[in-house]
Nanobody, 120 residues
């Protein structure tokens, strides 16, 4: 079994910052891609950012230059530094990890999410 636990969600004013964290635990042999997704009320879940094991990153256009994704492979941990937050960033943020289950085979796991609310 693999568990992903997010933390760091909070209520913050527009223009503020938050740092989300995620820790993966359980039967983990390797992790390929890790990422953050979010889902706002009434909207579909969308990719925010992801990072492969080698460090290459990808961001949604809406968060480029404001959010920074990073990971600590030794700790199986993932982070998201969010700056210049906007009300439209309000959502539940989910951590995702692609866990190796065999040669070139991976399963994607998701955490239960952490709520980020941007409001004055």
């Amino acid at each position: 079994q693999v568990q992903l636990v997010e933390s760091g969600g909070d209520l913050v004013q527009p223009g503020g910052s938050l740092r989300l964290s995620c820790e993966a635990s359980g039967n983990i042999s390797s992790i390929n891609v890790m990422g953050w997704y979010r889902q706002a009320p009434g909207k579909e879940r969308e990719l925010v950012a992801n990072i492969i094991s080698g460090g290459v990153t990808k961001y949604a256009d809406s968060v480029k230059d404001r959010f920074t994704i990073s990971r600590d492979n030794a700790k199986n941990a993932l982070y998201l530094q969010m700056n210049s937050l906007k009300p439209e960033d309000t959502a539940v943020y989910y951590c995702m990890a692609m866990i190796g289950v065999g040669k070139n085979r991976y399963i994607s796991y998701y955490g239960k999410g952490t709520l980020v609310t941007v409001s004055s």
